[in-house]
C-alpha cells in the first residue's frame, strides 16, 4: 500500500535549522508532484512548499521564501524540505503529500493531493 512516512523534525531553538525527509512507497514516486504542508494548533492546513515530479518547478509560501528549499531525489523516492533560520512562527506539524498536479497554481490545493504522510512535529523555541 502506498505510504509516506517524515522524520527530520524536532525541537530547534529560533535562527536554527532542521531538515525534513519524507520516504514514499507504493507508487510510482517520479509520477507526482510532491508538497510539505504544515498545521499549527487551531490553524488550516497550509502549503510551505511543493515541487513537480521532475523537480523544475518549485512553489515556496511567501512566509518560508529565501528560508526554506524542497528537493527531491527520484532514485530515492525521497522529498526534502530544509528548513534555515527558523522562527517560533515555524512551529507545527509538517506533512508531506503527493498528487498527480499539472499545473503548479494547484499546488497550495489540499483536495489536490491524494497521499498524505502522519506528520512530524517541528517546534522552534524563542
Known amino acids: 500500500q502506498v505510504q509516506l512516512v517524515e522524520s527530520g523534525g524536532g525541537l530547534v531553538q529560533a535562527g536554527g535549522s532542521l531538515r525534513l525527509s519524507c520516504v514514499a512507497s507504493?507508487?510510482?514516486?517520479?509520477?507526482?508532484?510532491m508538497g510539505w504542508f504544515r498545521q499549527a494548533p487551531g490553524k488550516e492546513r497550509d502549503l510551505v512548499a511543493g515541487?513537480?515530479?521532475?523537480?523544475?518547478?518549485?512553489y515556496y509560501a511567501d512566509s518560508v521564501k529565501g528560508r526554506f528549499t524542497i528537493s527531491r531525489d527520484n532514485a530515492k523516492n525521497t522529498v526534502y524540505l530544509q528548513m534555515n533560520s527558523l522562527k517560533p512562527e515555524d512551529t507545527a506539524v509538517y506533512y508531506c503529500?503527493?498528487?498527480?498536479?499539472?499545473?503548479?497554481?494547484?499546488?497550495?490545493?489540499?483536495?489536490?493531493?491524494?497521499?498524505w504522510g502522519q506528520g512530524t512535529q517541528v517546534t522552534v523555541s524563542s
Open positions: 503529500a503527493a498528487g498527480m498536479i499539472n499545473y503548479s497554481r494547484n499546488f497550495p490545493r489540499l483536495g489536490a493531493y491524494d497521499y
Open positions: 515541487i513537480s515530479w521532475s523537480g523544475g518547478i518549485t
Open positions: 507504493g507508487y510510482t514516486f517520479s509520477r507526482y508532484t
